[in-house]
C-alpha cells in the first residue's frame, strides 16, 4: 500500500508541475489520466476539495438513471471550475480575472447550482464576499499559483472519475456506491447491482445455513431499509474482488474493521485511512480471515433489533426506532396486531397513538409532526393532601382526570390507578418461539391466562377522541358556512348540552335571549355599582361618578358571553369591566362627560374607535363647514396680533419640524429691515434653526449682477462653488447656446470645468443637460441638444470634414471621392485634399508624387506647400488646418474648441494629470522630440541631425517660387479673431526660400517624419535639464568620470523615456 501512496505523490507532483509551467494539454491530460486510476477512496486521494461532500450534497435520484443525471450536472460545474483554476495559473491570465460575478449565466447555472462551487473558488483564492460576486483581495496581486495548481489538479481529476463513473468505465465503482447508494439501484427495466434475484417460491432465508445469533426477524427481512450501506454483503462479485478483501484496495484480506466509519481495511488501508487526524480516534475492531468470521463480520460492530428489525450500533442499548433493549423478545403477531396501521396508508402519533391518514403530516389531535418522536414521561402529579383532594380521590397520571376510590381504573382514559402513561410503540412480550422446529413441533410455554377486555382501552379513548374531534371539525365547518364563527360554536355547544339542537340553530334561536338577559343584568348592576364586586374591594365606579340607566349593546353582550363561555354572570362582570375601562380612556383622551360617552359607546358597539368618532363630530363641526366652503384659505397674516394663532397656522400649513421654528420663521418676518418673502424664509428656518446662519442663506449675492437673492434663487453648476441667480444663468447659457460654441458652456464666473478632460465633459454635459431643461426656452434648449449632438459626432470614424466649406457629416462609403452634401464639391477622404481627376486612380502618395513633379502652380509653392499640405490637424475632431506651426505652439480648434500643441498633439490644460507636475497655469507636458523644444535648436544642428541618420533636406528655393519674402500660410492674432495670413518675414540664403522660423520646421518635420531622436546630440547641460524633466534619476555614482556618467545618463533617457506618440510622423 506504500507504493501506492508513493506513485499518487509522485502523480501528484508531475501533475501540479505541469499546470504550474506551459507544459502541453497531453501532458496535463497523462497525469490527470494517471490520478483518476488510482485506487484510493476519495476522502484519500483528494486533500484540499471535500470530495466526498461534494458527491453526497449533489446526488440526488432513486435510481442509477437519476443519479446519473446529477452527476452530469456535478460534472459541468466541475468542468468550469476547472477553467476558472487554469486561467489563473496561465501566466496570460484574462483582464478581469480577480472577480467572479454572481450574474453570470455560466456561472449561476452551473458553479451557483451545486453545493461546495463556491468553496472551490475560495480555495483559487476568491474569499473577498461582494453584493455582486466574489473577488481577490486587495492586498493580493498575484494569485498562489502552486495552491490553485494543487486545487486544479484535484477538480480535474474528479471529474475525470465523474466521467468513467458515468460512462461505466471506473476501476473501482465501488468507492462511489459506498457514497451513493442509488447508483446500485436501478430503474424499473433494470435489476440492482448489489441485489440476488429470487423466484416468487424460493425463500432466501431457508437457503442461509443456521446460526446461533439470527433471528426469525433477520431471516425475515435480511435486507432492511434500516441497514447501512457498508454493512451489506453483496452477493455479486465483479472481477477478483471479493468481500473477503479490503473494501478499500479490495487486494488484501480484511484485518481490522472500524465501526465509526463502517470500513473493513486490511493492515496497509488500515494504517493509511486512519492516519487523517479526523479519523485517528476511531476504535478498531481485529477480524480474523476465516469464513464464518467473515460472514458474521456486520454483527461484531452491530446488532439488529428483534422487534423492528433494526440494526444498530453496539454502543446504542436500546433501539434507534422503538427504544427497546437489545435482549427483548421478538414482536408479537397477534395481540399487537391492533396498535399497529394495518396498511401502509395510516400510520400513528407516537404522542397520542392515535392513527392519522397515510397523506396528513400532521396529527389530528395533537397536531405533532409525523416523524416527531414520543415526547418525554410528564413528572407525577403532586398527592391529594397537597392539592385539596379529599381521600377518597385520586388523579390519574395519564390524563390528570380526579376519580374516585372504588375505582380500580380512569374513567376517562381507562387505565389503572398504578399503572404509568404507556409507550404507544411497546408492545406486550410475549414467548419467543424456536426458530429452527416447525410449528407443529412447538409447545409454548404460556403464562397463566388473563380475562383480557372485550376492546382495548387505549383504542377504545383513541376512537372516542377521535369521533369527538371529527364531530367538532364538522361542525365548525357548517357553522362556517352559514356565518357563525369557531368561538360561538364551541360556546353554544357548552350552553346548549348534549341537547339534540344544533349549535347554529340554538345561537339564532336562544342567542338573542340571551344577549338581551346579559344586557338587562348590566343595566340593573350599573345603576348599583357595588351589587357587583370583583372579590378584591376594588371600586368598580369611575373616579365616584354614578351613570343613567345606560343599557349594554348586543355586540358588547356577545363578546363577554363568548369571553365567559357562555356564564351569564360571568359575562355581566366582564361586561361592566370592559365598560369602565373604556370610559376612563376616553376621559383621559378629554372627554369627561361620561353620560355622553357610555352612549357613544353604545351606538359603535362598544368599539372606543367609533365612540371616539362620534365624540369628535361635534367638535369638528366648525372645521368641516370651513373646508367644505367654496370660499380660498385665507392667506396667513404676519402682522396678526395675536401670535400664537399666526405661529400655529405656519405649524399647520408649511409643516415645520416644531414650534420654536414657527417664532424664529415669524421673527424674521417681523423685522422691518428684511424684505424676505414667506417661502424663502420658510425653506431657510427647515434647514437650520441657526439665526445668522439663515441671515446668510437669505442674503446671497449674484456675482454678476451683483443683487442680493435668497440661497433658493440661485443656482450652481456640479463643477464649482460658485452661484449665480437665475436670471444670470438663464441669459449666460442661453448667449452661450446661440452664440458660441458647446464648450464655452462653461461657469460664467471661474470657467470651470475643463473642457479637454473628455471623461469629464460627459458627466459635465448630462448634468447641465437636467439643469438647462426647466431654465432654457424650448428652442434654445433644442439647439443645445443638437450641438451635443454633432459633438458626440464628431468622434465618430467615419465623421469627415468638408475641406472646401468645413461642413461634417458621416459618410460610409468606400471610395476616397466624397462630395459634400453642403457644397457639393468634391475631396478625398483619405489625404482630405480637394478631388482632382488626376487623383483617380492613384493612392494618395502617388497623386501627391504627381503634384510634385508636373504641377507647375504647386512647384511654384516650393517648400510653404509642403508645410500646407503637412498641416495641423485637430487630435480631437481630425480638423484640417492648412496652416504651419508658427511660433507659438499653443493651437485652438475653431470646430471643437479643442486646445493642444500643434507640434506633439498633447493637449493644454489647467489642471493636469501628471502626478508629479507643479505648473498650475495653462501647459501641456511635451516630449523631446517635440517641434517646442527642436524650434530653439540652430539648423546647423537640425541638420547636422539628419546628415548623422542620412536623410535628405532642401536648401534652394524651388523654381518659379517667390524669393525675399516667406510666403508660408500661419494663423495670427491679430484683432478679436485669430486669421490666417502668409508669414511676410525675410529669407535667408540657403533655406529653400523661407525663413528661419519655418525653415526650422521644416527640418523639424522631417525629423519626426523618420522618428530620430535629438538625445544624441544634447549638451550636458540640455542632458540634466531633460533627466530632470521627465524624472530620470541622475544621481551620479563614486568615482565616475563625466565621460562615463553622460554616457550612462544618455543611455537611460533614450531607454526609459520614448519619444512622443501622438507627435505626426508624415514623411
Not at 130 to 146: A, N
Not at 695 to 709: D, H
Not at 928 to 946: N, V
Request: hydrophobic share 30%; charged share 25%.
Amino acid at each position: 500500500m506504500a507504493s501506492i501512496s508513493d506513485q499518487l505523490e509522485e502523480v501528484r507532483i508531475n501533475a501540479e508541475r505541469s499546470l504550474c509551467s506551459p507544459g502541453s494539454a497531453q501532458e496535463i491530460r497523462a497525469g490527470v489520466v494517471a490520478m483518476a486510476n488510482i485506487p484510493f477512496p476519495p476522502s484519500s486521494k483528494y486533500r484540499y476539495i471535500a470530495a466526498e461532500s461534494m458527491l453526497t450534497e449533489n446526488c440526488s435520484g432513486n435510481n442509477r438513471k437519476e443519479t446519473i443525471a446529477s452527476l452530469q450536472k456535478l460534472s459541468t460545474a466541475l468542468n468550469i471550475l476547472e477553467k476558472y483554476g487554469s486561467n489563473l495559473t496561465n501566466s496570460n491570465r484574462p483582464k478581469y480575472w480577480r472577480t467572479v460575478k454572481y450574474n453570470n449565466p455560466v456561472f449561476r447555472t452551473t458553479v451557483d447550482s451545486i453545493q461546495g462551487g463556491r468553496a472551490v473558488l475560495n480555495l483559487y483564492g476568491y474569499t473577498n464576499q461582494q453584493h455582486d460576486g466574489l473577488s481577490f483581495s486587495d492586498d493580493v496581486h498575484e494569485p498562489d499559483v502552486e495552491k490553485v495548481a494543487s486545487v486544479t489538479l484535484e477538480v480535474m481529476c474528479l471529474r475525470m472519475e465523474l466521467d468513467m463513473l458515468i460512462k461505466g468505465a471506473h476501476g473501482h465503482p465501488e468507492f462511489f456506491e459506498r457514497l451513493i447508494p442509488s447508483l446500485t439501484v436501478q430503474d424499473e427495466d433494470g435489476i440492482s447491482t448489489d441485489a440476488i434475484a429470487f423466484s416468487p417460491s424460493e425463500k432466501p432465508w431457508e437457503k442461509q445455513s443456521p446460526s446461533p445469533a439470527s433471528t426469525p426477524s433477520q431471516s425475515k427481512s435480511p435486507f432492511s431499509p434500516a441497514l447501512p450501506l457498508s454493512s451489506l454483503v453483496p452477493s455479486k462479485q465483479t472481477g477478483n474482488f471479493s468481500t473477503d478483501n479490503c473494501s478499500i484496495c479490495g487486494l488484501f484480506p480484511i484485518s481490522a474493521h472500524c465501526p465509526t466509519c463502517t470500513q473493513r481495511l486490511c493492515t496497509d488501508c488500515d494504517k493509511l485511512y486512519h492516519s487523517h487526524s479526523g479519523r485517528s480516534t476511531h476504535v478498531r475492531i481485529p477480524v480474523t480471515s476465516s469464513k464464518a468470521t467473515k460472514r458474521l463480520s456486520s454483527s461484531l460492530s452491530t446488532w439488529q433489533c428483534s422487534y423492528c428489525t433494526t440494526v444498530n450500533t453496539m454502543q446504542h442499548v436500546l433501539c434507534e426506532t422503538c427504544e427497546r433493549p437489545r435482549l427483548s423478545s421478538a414482536a408479537p403477531s397477534v395481540q399487537e396486531e391492533p396498535s399497529q396501521p394495518s396498511t401502509i396508508s395510516e400510520w400513528q402519533c407516537k404522542s397520542c397513538t392515535v392513527v392519522n391518514a397515510g397523506s396528513s403530516i400532521l396529527c389530528e389531535v395533537c397536531e405533532r409532526p409525523r416523524l416527531a418522536t414520543r415526547p418525554p414521561v410528564a413528572p407525577s402529579r403532586p398527592t391529594p393532601s397537597a392539592t385539596g383532594l379529599s381521600d377518597s380521590q385520586w388523579v390519574c397520571q395519564f390524563c390528570t382526570y380526579v376519580n374516585h376510590m372504588p375505582s380500580p381504573s380512569c374513567e376517562m382514559c381507562y387505565l389503572s390507578k398504578s399503572d404509568a402513561a404507556p409507550s404507544p410503540t411497546k408492545p406486550l412480550p410475549l414467548p419467543q418461539p424456536l426458530p429452527l422446529q416447525p410449528a407443529e413441533n412447538v409447545t409454548p410455554v404460556l403464562a397463566t391466562p388473563k380475562a383480557t377486555p372485550t376492546e382495548d382501552p387505549d383504542l377504545k379513548r383513541q376512537r372516542l377522541m377521535r369521533e369527538e374531534g371529527i364531530k367538532l371539525i364538522q361542525l365548525i365547518r357548517e357553522g362556517e358556512k352559514k356565518g357563525v364563527s369557531p368561538e360561538e360554536v364551541y360556546t353554544s355547544m357548552c350552553v346548549s348540552g348534549n341537547s339534540n339542537v344544533t349549535p347554529y340553530d340554538w345561537l339564532k334561536a336562544e342567542l338573542p335571549h340571551v344577549l338581551d338577559e346579559i344586557c338587562v343584568l348590566a343595566a340593573s348592576c350599573h345603576q348599583d355599582p357595588n351589587a357587583v364586586s370583583n372579590g378584591s374591594g376594588e371600586n368598580e365606579g369611575q373616579d365616584g361618578q354614578k351613570s343613567n340607566d345606560v343599557p349594554l349593546s348586543r355586540a358588547e353582550a356577545k363578546r363577554a358571553w363568548l369571553a365567559a363561555e357562555g356564564d351569564n354572570e360571568k359575562a355581566v362582570k366582564l361586561a361592566l369591566r370592559n365598560r369602565r375601562a373604556k370610559v376612563k380612556e376616553l376621559g383621559f383622551l378629554g372627554f369627561n362627560d361620561v353620560a355622553r360617552c357610555e352612549e357613544a359607546l353604545r351606538q359603535s358597539g362598544g368599539e372606543v374607535r367609533g365612540a371616539l368618532v362620534l365624540l369628535q363630530r361635534s367638535l369638528l363641526e366648525a372645521f368641516h363647514q370651513r373646508i367644505w366652503s367654496d370660499e380660498p384659505e385665507p392667506a396667513i397674516d404676519i402682522n396678526h396680533p395675536d401670535k400664537q394663532h399666526v405661529c400655529r397656522r405656519l405649524l399647520a400649513v408649511y409643516d415645520l419640524p416644531s414650534w420654536g421654528r414657527c417664532e424664529l420663521a415669524l421673527s424674521l418676518l417681523r423685522d422691518p429691515a428684511a424684505s424676505y418673502t414667506l417661502e424663502d424664509v420658510v425653506q431657510a428656518v427647515r434647514e437650520s434653526p441657526d439665526r445668522d446662519f439663515i441671515r446668510r442663506v437669505l442674503n446671497k449675492e449674484c456675482p454678476i449682477c451683483l443683487s442680493i437673492f435668497p440661497h433658493s434663487k440661485m443656482q450652481s453648476l456640479t463643477s464649482c462653488q460658485c452661484s449665480v441667480c437665475c436670471g444670470c444663468f438663464k441669459q449666460h447659457f442661453t448667449i452661450a447656446v446661440r452664440d458660441k460654441h458647446i464648450r464655452d458652456m462653461v461657469c460664467p464666473v471661474c470657467t470651470e470645468p475643463d473642457i479637454n478632460d473628455p471623461e469629464h465633459l460627459n458627466s459635465y454635459f448630462s448634468t447641465l443637460d437636467i439643469q438647462l431643461r426647466d431654465c432654457l426656452e424650448q428652442d434654445v434648449y433644442e439647439l443645445f441638444h443638437k450641438k451635443l449632438t454633432e459633438q458626440a459626432l464628431i468622434k465618430d470614424p467615419k465623421f469627415l470634414w468638408c475641406s472646401h466649406c468645413s461642413y461634417g457629416f458621416i459618410y460610409d462609403g468606400d471610395q476616397l471621392k466624397v462630395t459634400c452634401l453642403q457644397c457639393r464639391k468634391s475631396f478625398c477622404a483619405q489625404c482630405k485634399k480637394p478631388w482632382e481627376d488626376q487623383h483617380k486612380g492613384l493612392s494618395c502618395e502617388q497623386f501627391q508624387l504627381w503634384k510634385r513633379e508636373n504641377d507647375p502652380e504647386y512647384q511654384k509653392q516650393g517648400l510653404a506647400g509642403y508645410l500646407r499640405d503637412n498641416g495641423i490637424t485637430c487630435p480631437n475632431c481630425r480638423f484640417q488646418y492648412a496652416l504651419a506651426r508658427g511660433g507659438c505652439m499653443h493651437f485652438s480648434c475653431s470646430q471643437c474648441r479643442y486646445q493642444f500643441c500643434s507640434g506633439c498633439n498633447n493637449p493644454f490644460h489647467t489642471t493636469c494629470a501628471v502626478n508629479q507636475c507643479t505648473v498650475t497655469g495653462l501647459h501641456a507636458h511635451h516630449p523631446r522630440d517635440c517641434l517646442f523644444y527642436l524650434r530653439d535648436w540652430e539648423p546647423a544642428r537640425l541638420q547636422a541631425l539628419l546628415q548623422n541618420k542620412g536623410v535628405n533636406y532642401n536648401t534652394d528655393t524651388a523654381p518659379g517660387a517667390q524669393t525675399g519674402v516667406c510666403g508660408v500660410i500661419e494663423q495670427k492674432d491679430e484683432g478679436p479673431q485669430p486669421t490666417d495670413s502668409a508669414c511676410g518675414a525675410q529669407t535667408q540664403p540657403g533655406q529653400a526660400g523661407l525663413c528661419e522660423k519655418h525653415y526650422r520646421e521644416y527640418l523639424v518635420s522631417l525629423i519626426n517624419g523618420h522618428s530620430l531622436d535629438p538625445a544624441p546630440l544634447f549638451s550636458h547641460e540640455e542632458l540634466n535639464v531633460a533627466c530632470r524633466r521627465y524624472h530620470v534619476d541622475i544621481t551620479r555614482g563614486e568615482g565616475e568620470d563625466d565621460r562615463t556618467y553622460f554616457a550612462r545618463l544618455l543611455k537611460k533617457l533614450m531607454d526609459d523615456v520614448p519619444l512622443g506618440d501622438k507627435v505626426p510622423r508624415k514623411k
